[in-house]
Nanobody
C-alpha cells in the first residue's frame, strides 16, 4: 500500500507560481512512476504530467507544457509539480498518483494509488 499526501496548493493570481509536493509513504518511490492529474468542478479528471520510475522522459499535457515541470527526489520520497504562469483555467483540485514500474501513463486508470488532492485556485 502506498499513501500519497499532496501539499502546496492555494490561491494565487494569474501569472503567479506554485509548487505542489507529493510525499509518499513507501520505502522508496524509485520504483514508481508518478503522475499529476487535476479535476475542475463538473469536469473529468485530466492528465497534467508524469515522470517515469526509470529516469526516462517526462510527459506533459499540451495545456501545461512549457509552464509546468514535474520532478522527483527519490531520497525524500517526494514528487513535485512546479507551476509557472498560472491561468484561471488551471484552477482545479490537483491529485498525485503512483504506479509500480510502469511506463508513463496519461489516463487515471493507469495508476493504482492516489492522494486526496490539493486545491489550486487562480484568480484573474
Amino acid at each position: 500500500q502506498v499513501l500519497l499526501v499532496e501539499s502546496g496548493g492555494g490561491l494565487v493570481q494569474a501569472g503567479g507560481s506554485l509548487r505542489l509536493s507529493c510525499a509518499a509513504s513507501v520505502r522508496s518511490i524509485s520504483s514508481y512512476s508518478m503522475g499529476w492529474f487535476r479535476q475542475a468542478p463538473g469536469k473529468e479528471r485530466e492528465f497534467v504530467a508524469a515522470i517515469p520510475w526509470n529516469g526516462g522522459n517526462s510527459a506533459y499535457a499540451d495545456s501545461v507544457k512549457d509552464r509546468f515541470t514535474i520532478s522527483r527526489d527519490n531520497a525524500k520520497n517526494t514528487v513535485y509539480l512546479r507551476m509557472n504562469s498560472l491561468k484561471p483555467e488551471d484552477t482545479a483540485v490537483y491529485y498525485c498518483a503512483a504506479v509500480y514500474r510502469a511506463f508513463v501513463r496519461r489516463t487515471p486508470a493507469g495508476y493504482d494509488y492516489w492522494g486526496q488532492g490539493t486545491q489550486v485556485t487562480v484568480s484573474s
